[in-house]
């Protein structure tokens, strides 16, 4: 919901304000993640690996960022889902993006 008190951030695929990496595939997984909070980041860096728990003998399978900027979380090592959240990068606001 949505009050009208604040904008709501840009989520767009510019990742203008900030980027959430999603979980891609439609089977659960492990993540492990390539990259620490903080860091900065280009777009088509590796954001971590994907490991299929159903298919054991499969090699890990590489996750790339679609968008460069900082770091700001990424989920933990982890079971992950379909959807889930795996990295959000950001990028420093200006004065101007606080004031829209």
Do not use: N
């Not at 860096?45 to 890990?60: I, Q, V």
């Not at 968008?67 to 420093?92: F, K, N, T, W, Y």
């Amino acid at each position: 919901m949505h009050t009208g008190v604040l904008h709501p951030p840009d989520l767009t695929a510019q990742g203008k304000t900030l980027g959430c990496l999603a979980m891609p595939f439609s089977t659960g997984g492990w993540f492990e993640p390539a990259v620490s909070p903080g860091a900065s980041v280009q777009a088509g860096a590796l954001a971590g690996w994907y490991h299929d728990l159903t298919r054991l003998e499969a090699e890990e399978e590489e996750l790339r960022l679609l968008a460069g900027g900082i770091v700001i979380s990424h989920r933990l090592h982890a079971d992950c889902e379909a959807g889930d959240c795996l990295i959000q990068v950001g990028r420093p606001a200006t004065r101007s993006d606080l004031q829209r």
